[in-house]
């Protein structure tokens, strides 16, 4: 039997309100902040939340505030939803209204263009110590809509207090929602902000009208690219072949339901990005970490040639049709030859 928390969900968007059913249905009382007041009249009074979930009721133990002070009052658990490009802004609100010390869950994909920090490093640069109790990442293949249906699945937690992270772990868990734990918090967030990078070249694959032959070359040299740089950035190199690497990649190249594969595969189609991203109505993470992640493979020295197609693609016009001829013409080389560094790494460990 679990003990039953009170947990605040930072974020009322399709993650967050996922995510905030599964703890309902663990029997928490769950907090969820949404700075809507419209949204939170919705969620109290009919149990929906139509915008980012149609089609399903809320738990009664879901309870919407759109004043942050009261979500986080009393509260040791703290489930951070909000886009990458957020998490600052509604971290400093947080810290001017708390002064106990919590554990922040944050569920984020992203890298923060210039400074080049993983979502925990922001937490870590934001939040002071005292407050801060510890810092556990939830990531994994994992889309709102069948988590919401309580279909299967599964992800995974990780945290530098791997006690932490099991404590995480067990809130979660359920019979439709598998948590594992890993102790590779760098993999962990590499790997769940990267694969919207490919996730976006595989939505324009698709909307240029090439086949399963190309997705399944984008997923595996894609997450070569992945797994060269996060390796580099002290990754174990395992955690690619897990839940947040190899995982998360299928999930979000092969589904409708993903935001950065329907954004490729408008572009794909001849769509203009500015007009996806303001039709889209949610969050497109990928476009801001192909910034991040280009800039990430320059300070290391990392090769990562789909990324580069997409970083011309999304910022310097490139046509997405001579994008992938470059691809295809790249010098030849050895499949494993890009692997050594991985390899050498897996032996350190
Ligand atoms: N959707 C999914 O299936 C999954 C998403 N994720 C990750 O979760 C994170 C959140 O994504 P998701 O829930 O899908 O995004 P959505 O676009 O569905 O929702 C974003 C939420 O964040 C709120 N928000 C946005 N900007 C701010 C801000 N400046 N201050 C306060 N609140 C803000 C929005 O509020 P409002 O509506 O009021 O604008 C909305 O509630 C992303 O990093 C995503 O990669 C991870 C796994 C699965
Ligand atoms: O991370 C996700 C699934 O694991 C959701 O991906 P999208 O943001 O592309 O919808």
Not at 38 to 60: A, S
Not at 79 to 101: D, W
Not at 201 to 219: C, E, M, P, R, T
Request: glycine letters at 8%; hydrophobic letters at 40%; charged letters at 25%.
């Amino acid at each position: 039997m679990k003990n039953k928390e009170s947990i605040a969900v930072v974020g009322a968007g399709s993650w967050g309100t996922a995510l905030a059913i599964v703890l309902a249905d663990n029997g928490h009382e769950v907090r969820l902040w949404t700075q809507n007041e419209k949204r939170v009249e919705e969620i109290n009074g009919k149990h929906t939340n139509h915008q980012y979930l149609p089609d399903v009721e809320l738990p009664k133990n879901i309870l919407a505030f759109s004043s942050i002070k009261d979500v986080l009052s009393g509260l040791d658990v703290v489930v951070l939803a909000v886009p990458t490009k957020a998490i600052r802004e509604v971290l400093q609100s947080i810290k001017n209204i708390r002064t106990e010390p919590f554990t922040v869950v944050h569920v984020s994909k992203g890298i923060e263009p210039d400074t080049l920090m993983r979502i925990s490093e922001m937490i870590r640069e934001e939040l002071p110590e005292e407050l801060c109790k510890d810092i556990v990442v939830l990531s994994g293949p994992s889309h709102a809509e069948e988590v919401s249906l309580r279909h299967p699945t599964t992800v995974t937690v990780s945290s530098e207090n791997m006690k932490a992270a099991e404590g995480i772990q067990d809130i979660f868990m359920n019979q439709h929602f598998r948590v594992y734990t890993n102790p590779d918090v760098v993999g962990v967030e590499i790997g769940g902000a990267l694969k919207n990078i490919i996730a976006l070249a595989a939505g324009i694959s698709d909307g240029l009208g090439y086949g399963d032959n190309a997705k399944a070359a984008l997923i595996t040299r894609g997450l070569a690219e992945i797994a060269r740089l996060g390796t580099k950035m002290g990754a174990d190199p395992l955690t690619f072949s897990g839940l947040t690497g190899i995982g998360d990649l299928i999930v979000t190249c092969t589904s409708v339901h993903s935001r950065n594969w329907r954004a490729g595969n408008m572009l794909g189609k001849g769509q203009k990005l500015q007009d996806v991203l303001d039709n889209m109505g949610m969050v497109v993470e990928g476009v801001r970490t192909t910034r991040a992640a280009r800039q990430l493979s320059v300070k290391y020295g990392v090769e990562m040639p789909i990324t580069e197609a997409l970083y011309g693609i999304l910022f310097e016009e490139k046509d997405p049709k001579v994008a992938v001829d470059e691809l295809m013409a790249r010098m030849k080389t050895n499949e494993m030859e890009s692997l050594v560094h991985i390899m050498d790494r897996q032996q350190e460990i």
